[in-house]
């Protein structure tokens, strides 16, 4: 990709994705700070897609916005009113100062690196990819759903009021 059209979408994405992310940091409401993540993770699919690595921007939103989203966003929602707030706690000092350090050894990096570029094209092909998940990563990605799925009914269960559970004893 050549031209100031890749550059401007960069930096638009950089700072979609920036701002997404400060959002999750200062959001008071959890729902907002959710819908904050999803935007961010958006925001990561574009940076795939400007890599022309457009299977991983598809896996980014299926997997990331389609799923963890969605489970986040249930187990928020299930929860009692009275636990929705995101309010300050004592460790924030330290993680302030943690992050302070984590930019700096970014900083660090990014000036530090050396930015080679590869000329040519990889050697794995989609097929190669479909064939890898479909073979040796097939058992992970079922032990990984069946624990969100394990989750989210968890999250079902420990918000339900005694009122439901007579219900359903009664049936």
């Known amino acids: 990709m050549n031209g100031a059209g890749p550059v401007i979408g960069f930096w638009a994405l950089a700072a979609l994705t920036l701002v997404a992310a400060g959002g999750v940091m200062v959001s008071r409401n959890l729902f907002h700070a959710v819908l904050f993540l999803i935007v961010s993770f958006v925001g990561i699919a574009g ?3 400007l890599l022309s690595a457009e299977f991983l921007a ?3 939103i299926v997997i990331y916005v389609g799923a963890i989203s969605v ?4 187990a928020v929602l299930l929860t009692p009113r009275a636990g929705r707030d995101n309010g300050e706690t004592a460790v ?3 993680a302030a100062l ?3 350090a984590l930019a700096a050894v970014f900083l660090f990096v990014i000036y530090d690196a050396d930015w080679a570029t590869i000329t040519s094209s990889p050697d794995v092909s989609v097929q190669a990819i479909g064939d890898a998940l479909l073979d040796i990563w097939v058992v992970p ?3 990984a759903s069946v624990l969100l799925t394990a989750a989210l009914v968890g999250a079902i269960m420990l918000v339900r009021t005694p009122e439901e559970e007579a219900e359903d004893a009664l049936a």
């Open 141 to 143: 990605f079922e032990i």
């Open 47 to 49: 940076f795939f897609v």
């Open 92 to 94: 924030f000092p330290a």
């Open 71 to 74: 489970l986040i966003l249930f």
């Open 58 to 60: 598809m896996a980014q």
């Open 98 to 100: 943690l992050a302070v």
